[in-house]
């Protein structure tokens, strides 16, 4: 079975730029997540999904960073503009949102530096 | 609000031995699950073993096993049978039950060396 599938694996932009990340979940999960991971602040939840609705954003650091879910197969990380702070590796993750407690199954993240 | 505590932040090991990580954590919550997630240096992060609150008994997956102490709010890894590949960063992890409230929330991680 195919896991949750992220890309691109690897990014390096400029400051200033737009980035997208993208992210496939685990057909039938319905539950998405977005998580960064950074050596000073470990791993962090930015946002996560539920049924394509957005539940808690609360992690999202500022208006910068930007996710949507348009239908149950697609997600979308967007920064813009980028900044070198940004620099991190963004993990994508999926689970069946019922029962709770299900496993949460990673995908192998994005490495975004930001020069 | 939950907390996860992993105090070892580097731990050795030589092959063919065993080692425990320690986890502790924090809730008022009765309703909750605990896992268990290695990071290796592809920095793809792998589900070892979960733990569900409510069950008395360790969970065991092969060489990997656990301890869950639920009033000690205790939840270490015993990884026996050390083997090279085993050499990654564990992460200690505390899912709430029910509802939407569905947050995985991390420990710091413990990093594993393994020795030949």
């Known amino acids: 079975d195919a896991g949750v599938i992220q890309s691109p694996r690897h990014e390096v932009t400029e400051m200033g730029q737009e980035v997208t990340l993208r992210c496939k979940p685990i057909?039938?999960?319905?539950?998405l997540f977005w998580y960064r991971q950074t050596m000073m602040r470990g791993l962090e939840l930015l946002i996560y999904f539920n049924n394509n609705v957005p539940i808690d954003d609360s992690g999202m650091p500022e208006d910068r960073f930007s996710a949507k879910m348009p239908n149950a197969s697609f997600s979308t990380l967007k920064i813009q503009p980028s900044e070198p702070r940004d620099s991190a590796v963004y993990f994508c993750a999926s689970s069946l949102g019922s029962p709770s407690g299900n496993t949460i199954y990673f995908g192998e993240g994005s490495w975004l530096t930001v020069v | 609000a939950q907390t996860v505590t992993q105090s070892q932040p580097e731990m050795s090991v030589q092959e063919a031995e065993t080692v425990t990580l320690s986890c502790t954590y924090d809730?008022?919550?009765?309703?909750?699950?605990l896992f268990w997630y290695k990071q290796p240096p592809s920095r793809q992060m792998i589900l070892v073993i979960r733990?569900?609150?409510?069950?008395?008994q360790n969970a065991t997956e092969n060489r990997f096993s656990v301890n869950f102490q639920k009033a000690a709010k205790s939840f270490s890894l015993k990884i026996s049978d050390s083997q090279l590949g085993d050499a990654a960063m564990y992460f200690c992890?505390?899912?709430?039950?029910?509802?939407?409230?569905?947050?995985?929330?991390f420990g710091t991680g413990t990093r594993l060396q393994v020795f030949p």
């Open positions: 057909s039938g999960h319905n539950s």
């Open positions: 809730t008022s919550e009765s309703d909750y699950y």
């Open positions: 733990q569900e609150a409510y069950k008395q």
């Open positions: 992890a505390y899912r709430p039950g029910g509802g939407y409230t569905d947050k995985l929330i």
